[in-house]
């Protein structure tokens, strides 16, 4: 079965003037449109086509750089637009307890994040994890992620950020940094908060 672009949840203005409405219209329509037809025609009629994506990548290391660039930018977009919302909420309960517990408060964990994101040489993601009962921030070149048997982390991810140009170039052009800041004004923190009731139960039951 050939994986499908998900719809976005929102519309390509939604996030003005954070992320801007043509960098949304490409990153989505053709960046990610591109993820999943060279995935498909990575997978077509080997041993893979009737693999879980979440399969896929667990063995990234064994099924070739197609299947490992394409499957990882196939799942973080289709994870980055949804931890992603028009708003400005905070964290709370649960989720705003284990982050002041983790990185001491709200703001430490943002400028960790924000390092990370802004320290990753390249092209990558901004990660933030359950690893070990804790959060965690890491990073990953290119599409890697912290769910394939080759990540530098292997955290249960929760939020993340994409750190390619494309991502921000339009807008924000050299400044990372700046676009790192303004992420953070368009997190969907209901969304993160149910990837981390997720990984915590996936703890519990281990
Ligand atoms: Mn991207």
């Not at 591109?34 to 077509?44: C, S």
């Not at 703001?107 to 959060?135: H, I, P, Q, T, Y």
């Not at 390619?164 to 170039?169: P, S």
Request: contains cysteine; hydrophobic residues 40%.
């Amino acid at each position: 079965m050939a994986f499908t672009l998900p719809a976005l949840p929102y519309s390509f203005d939604a996030l003005e003037p954070h992320i801007d409405k043509l960098t949304m219209q490409i990153h989505h329509d053709k960046h990610h449109q591109a993820y999943v037809d060279n995935l498909n025609k990575a997978i077509d009629g080997t041993p893979n086509e009737n693999k879980s994506l979440e399969e896929l990548l667990a063995s990234a290391g064994k099924v070739g750089a197609a299947v490992r660039n394409n499957g990882g930018g196939h799942w973080n977009h289709s994870f980055f637009w949804e931890i992603l919302s028009p708003g400005g909420e905070k964290p709370e309960g649960k989720l705003a307890t284990a982050i002041d517990e983790s990185f001491g408060s709200f703001d430490e964990m943002k400028d960790k994040f924000n390092a990370a994101g802004a320290g990753r040489f390249g092209s990558g993601w901004a990660w933030l994890g359950v690893l070990d009962g804790k959060l965690a921030i890491c990073s990953t070149p290119n599409q890697d992620n912290p769910l394939m048997d080759v990540a530098e982390c292997k955290c249960k991810p929760i939020l993340g950020c994409d750190v390619w140009e494309h991502a921000y170039y339009l807008k924000y052009q050299n400044r990372r940094a700046e676009y790192l800041k303004a992420f953070w004004n368009v997190v969907n923190w209901k969304k993160v908060a149910q990837h981390f009731e997720k990984a915590n139960m996936k703890l519990a039951e281990a």
